[in-house]
Nanobody
Framework: QVQLVESGGGLVQPGGSLSVSCAAS????????MGWYRQAPGKERELVAG???????DYGDSVKGRFTISRDNAKNTVYLQMKSLKSEDTAVYYC??????????????WGQGTQVTVSS
């Protein structure tokens, strides 16, 4: 039913910029938090950024000041603008969405991931 599709990953030079997006489909409403995690080779998955339906944001320490997350609630889409990219940002980026079905039932859905490679 619920599907999250990421787009916009690719290869970018150090210091460059790249934007990725994630669209949730399936007749969804009441998405609470949407955002991104990433996983680099040999590393555990870490939070990149999250944003609530009201616009409150949270960023991982390693990306603060460089990445900006935003969303379009009507389109159930979340965006991540990445600037001043470093080789350390190379990872598979996974979109997530927390959907509130009731006061006691939430579900988290994940995209399949999109590769971001920062290299000269």
């Amino acid at each position: 039913q619920v599907q999250l599709v990421e787009s916009g990953g690719g290869l970018v030079q150090p210091g460059g910029s790249l934007s990725v997006s994630c669209a949730a489909s399936g007749g969804i409403s009441n998405i609470n938090t949407m955002g991104w995690y990433r996983q680099a080779p040999g590393k555990e998955r870490e939070l990149v950024a999250g944003i609530t339906s009201g616009g409150s944001t949270d960023y991982g320490d390693s990306v603060k000041g460089r990445f900006t997350i935003s969303r379009d609630n009507a389109k159930n889409t979340v965006y991540l603008q990445m600037k001043s990219l470093k080789s350390e940002d190379t990872a598979v980026y996974y979109c997530y969405a927390e959907i509130v079905y009731s006061d006691i039932l939430n579900e988290v859905y994940w995209g399949q991931g999109t590769q971001v490679t920062v290299s000269s």
